[in-house]
């Protein structure tokens, strides 16, 4: 009986030894679970951070608008050219002639000396008498009284006539060149302090410019041309009344 019982004892002994330990099997659950979540991890989504485009402002270059000139047309024709030089002999002409009038109408004459009304008076008249006897003269006269007539030009023996409205010839100037030249023929009194005077020469001498202008820029003509217009006349009031020709000319 004890051997059996022993017997019994071995056997139950060697049953337990053949079987796993409590820490196998606690350590076979741990190792498995540890598996299951890393087979979980593996096939979860991974939360990657996705870069946030950044938006680049491209600068827009506004072009700059610039007016540009446009270049001047040739409106006239080869005889109106010839004309619009007429025009310019005869307000180079009547330009140089406003500075004699302000000079021979001014109170002082050109050494100091004080001049008198009567003598300026006489030395008008005496200026206006040499303007109409000189040669190569620029004649204007009035053809028709009437608020409404022309007045005509005369450059050379070429007769311009200008309308009080719509004018032709030379337009816009032979207007301008009419009324100055009229002007010349006023008295000498007030005329240092005359604003009409003043503008009448402004006038002028500013459509000689633009005329002079017009000449190179828009019809091309030689400046050696307009200098041969220039010089006998500027040359000729210089010599008689020591009238010196304005700066801007060449």
Not at 46 to 66: D, G, K, Q
Not at 127 to 133: A, N, P, Q, V
């Amino acid at each position: 009986m004890k051997r059996w019982i022993v017997l019994s004892f071995v056997l139950l002994l060697m049953l337990s030894a053949c079987g796993p330990s409590e820490e196998d099997m606690q350590s076979t659950v741990t190792q498995v679970a540890a598996e299951l979540y890393g087979t979980q991890t593996a096939l979860a989504p991974t939360a990657t951070a996705t870069p946030t485009p950044t938006i680049t402002l491209t600068p827009t270059f506004t072009p700059t608008v610039t007016n540009t000139p446009l270049p001047p047309t040739s409106t006239l024709t080869a005889a109106g050219v010839e004309k619009l030089m007429l025009c310019y002999k005869a307000a180079v002409s009547i330009q140089a002639d406003w500075q004699v009038h302000r000079l021979v109408t001014d109170t002082w004459t050109v050494d100091g000396q004080y001049r008198t009304t009567e003598e300026k008076i006489q030395a008008l008249n005496n200026f206006l008498w040499e303007r109409s006897h000189r040669p190569g003269r620029i004649r204007i006269f009035d053809k028709n009284a009437v608020p409404l007539g022309n007045d005509t030009l005369v450059v050379d023996g070429v007769q311009m006539e200008s309308k009080t409205f719509g004018r032709e010839d030379c337009d816009p100037h032979l207007g301008t060149i009419i009324a100055s030249a009229g002007g010349l023929s006023q008295g000498p009194w007030g005329v240092g302090s005359s604003s009409r005077i003043s503008h009448s020469r402004s006038i002028i001498d500013s459509a000689a410019r633009k005329m002079r202008k017009e000449l190179l820029d828009v019809y091309g003509i030689d400046p050696a041309e307009l200098e041969a217009i220039e010089d006998p006349i500027w040359q000729f009031v210089y010599n008689r009344y020591s009238v010196e020709r304005p700066d801007w000319l060449p």
